[in-house]
Structure formats: C-alpha cells, structure tokens
C-alpha cells in the first residue's frame, strides 16, 4: 500500500508538536524537536536505525496493543537519563547518579506520557483510538528480540510506519529520541481519510 | 480526608502524593498500583475521592471504573487521552478526567470540586 509521504510528514508533525508539548510540561523546561520524521521501512531497517542511535543505552518500551499494532521505543544516553530524571523529580541537575526503583518509574512514565500524548493527536487527526500497554525498560541488546517477536505476531506486512522524535532540553543539552513504529493497517487508515 | 491514589507509576504515586499532602498535610492516603489494589483499598478504606490511572496490571481503571465507579468519587488521571476513552470513563461514573501531564493546582482544584459537590 502506498502512502504520500508529504501527507504522512503532516501526519507526524502534529503528533511531535503534542509530545515535545508534554516533555515539556512534564519537566517544566523548554523543549525543542531536533527531528521530526515518517518513513515506511521493514522492521530490519528500524533496528538498524535504532542501533545508529549512538551511545542510546537507556530503552523504555511499550505494545500498541488495540486499534493499530505496534511498538513505542524511547531512547537516551545514560546521562542524558540522569539528567531526565533530575527533572522529573525536580533535583538540582546533577543530583541522580544512577537509575533506582523510582528512577526507572519516572523513565517508563515519560514513554508513557509522550507516546500516548502522540496517539491523542493521531486519535484527533485521523478518528483511530490506540491503546498501548504500560511500559518496561529494556536494555537495547534486547530490541531486536522485542521486535522479532512483534514481527511474528504481525499480518503479513513486511513494511511498517515509523515517527521518529528527537526532542532537546535545551537547559540541559540533552536529547530524548522516541520511536513509535505502527503496523502497516495506519497507511490504509490514513488513506480511507484523506480519500 | 482519605485518598486512594492509583497508578501502576510509583514515580507518579509520589508525585501526586506531594501534591495532595501540601494542600491537605492532614489527609490519609493510600495507595494501589494495580486495579484489584485499586478496589482492595476502596473497600478497607472508604475513600473521599480516587486518583486513578487508566492503563494498570490485572486490571485496568476502565474495569475498576465498572465495579465501583458509581459508588465513590473518582478523579481519573490518565496519558490516555483519547476522546473515546475519556467518554468512557466518564460513563463508568468519573466525575473529571485530567490528561498527564497536568499541572498539579488543576489536580488540587477538581479534587477539591469532587468533593464539594460529593
């Protein structure tokens, strides 16, 4: 199934706009979009990309499990993770030297936030409700089996849709990357409503 | 006043928990991070008002919304906030809904209208 790729790239915009908006609240600092983009790939293709995100070893990851399957990912450097959670819990920067019970809880919940403040946003843009589950962290050598794994319990769509979001505190110089990657069937619901 | 706080997130338990205490520092709260604790809690403790979380293990806030949803005042605070489950919840009694991120006076003032008109 084909897709505009300009269309797609609205498409994702707006649903960045709203997440790079919730970082933001949720940290109480000013957060910028460093990339916004849509591709159509194969699930090799998006490890690839995830693994080309150097020095990202912190992965919270959540199931898109009703509406449109598929997966979200956060990634961060460990002390861009630090520095994450220094906000999150309103320490002076600096203050979190390693990821504890509530650390990781305050990780997992901004995947949570973000990914869910971009399926409002496609909920808005194209009437499609997704649910995903709660997320866990995972340890980025572990992608390619959580993606495999998804792969098998796919249709037969070799090709997903994948929004990519880098956002940047700026007061911190630091970077969050999320992907959301979506079985194919967003293509043809994209379609259905732009037809 | 007793409270029920919701959420599978201990990040977010604790962070609605500095919320409540600094308006009510007298205020009793309890917490459950999964839905069955959810109910647990709201049968031990007869809450003034809930703060529930929507997305949670075993079961979710839309199912504790089903049992006891018309019998205590709930305030479901959620990332999940699609309009089709928003009217959901709201139809399973909720009597707000706030989506996370939130501003923590919001919280204060929806608490403090739920239980004005409870």
């Known amino acids: ?195 | 006043m007793n409270i029920v706080i919701a959420d599978d997130s201990q990040f977010m338990r604790v962070l609605l928990k500095n919320i409540v205490h600094e308006a009510w520092p007298e205020a009793k709260i309890y917490e459950a991070a999964t839905g069955q604790e959810t109910i647990d809690q709201y049968k031990a403790n007869h809450p003034d008002v809930i703060l529930l979380d929507i997305m949670m293990p075993d079961k979710t806030g839309i199912d504790v919304l089903k049992e006891i949803g018309m019998q205590v005042p709930i305030l479901v605070i959620s990332a999940a906030g699609q309009e089709q489950i928003i009217e959901e919840a709201k139809a399973l009694g909720a009597r707000d809904f706030i989506v996370k991120p939130f501003d923590g006076q919001k919280v204060l003032e929806t608490i403090q209208k739920i239980l004005g008109s409870a």
């Open chain 1, 1 to 195: 199934m084909t897709i505009d790729p300009q269309l797609l790239n609205d498409i994702a915009r707006r649903a960045t706009k709203s997440s790079s908006r919730a970082l933001s609240l949720l940290i109480g600092q000013e957060v910028a979009i460093k990339t916004t983009q849509a591709t159509y790939l194969s699930l090799d293709k998006l490890v690839d990309l995830i693994r080309s995100r150097e020095g990202s070893h912190v992965v919270a990851f959540s199931q898109l499990i009703s509406g449109v399957k598929g997966a979200a990912l956060l990634l961060m450097s460990p002390t861009d993770a630090l520095h994450l959670v220094d906000s999150l819990m309103k320490r002076p920067m600096g203050t979190t030297k390693e990821l504890g019970d509530i650390e990781r809880s305050a990780i997992r919940e901004t995947l949570n936030i973000l990914s869910n403040s971009q399926l409002t946003a496609l909920a808005q843009d194209l009437g499609v409700t997704i649910n995903m589950l709660p997320p866990e962290l995972i340890s980025p050598e572990h992608i390619a089996h959580v993606l495999d794994y998804l792969a098998a319990h796919r249709g037969e769509t070799t090709e997903i849709i994948v929004f990519e979001t880098s956002m940047v505190v700026a007061a911190q110089e630091s970077q969050v990357t999320m992907f959301i990657a979506f079985d194919a069937e967003l293509a043809g619901i994209i379609n259905s409503k732009e037809g």
